[in-house]
Nanobody, 127 residues
Framework: QLQLVVSGGGSAQPGGSLRASCAVT????????IGWVRQAPGKEREGIAL????????FYADSVKGRFAIARDRAKNTVYLQMNNLKAEDTGVYYC????????????????????WGQGLQVTVSS
């Protein structure tokens, strides 16, 4: 059974850092791409980062490029999202998702079908 268990996130001041983790069970990271999707208050859902399965490639939306980093640890079957230089507009609920196919653009990534979702993780950036 595909399962994604997230942890981390929390609150930070502008310019600060947070890290989120997504531990996956029921499959290996080679078989699915793992991405992070965020839902900010009053905004459309946004796919902000993704790491593909085999021969991993990394994708970032322009809104987080240069500040966020997605990484994976195959031994732990875990994907991480390191969030640096946080801004108030990064506030939202973050979801870890597993997908097998997706589309990318400068505005983010998205999929027609999401194979699994982790629980939402609140990230709040304020002074």
């Amino acid at each position: 059974q595909l399962q994604l268990v997230v942890s981390g996130g929390g609150s930070a001041q502008p310019g600060g850092s947070l890290r989120a983790s997504c531990a996956v069970t029921g499959f290996t990271l080679d078989h699915y791409a793992i991405g992070w999707v965020r839902q900010a208050p009053g905004k459309e859902r946004e796919g902000i980062a993704l790491v593909s399965g085999t021969d991993p490639a990394f994708f970032y939306a322009d809104s987080v490029k240069g500040r966020f980093a997605i990484a994976r640890d195959r031994a732990k079957n875990t994907v991480y999202l390191q969030m640096n230089n946080l801004k108030a507009e990064d506030t939202g609920v973050y979801y870890c998702v597993a997908v097998r196919s997706w589309t990318e653009s400068s505005g983010g990534w998205w999929a027609d079908e999401y194979d699994s979702w982790g629980q939402g993780l609140q990230v709040t950036v304020s002074s």
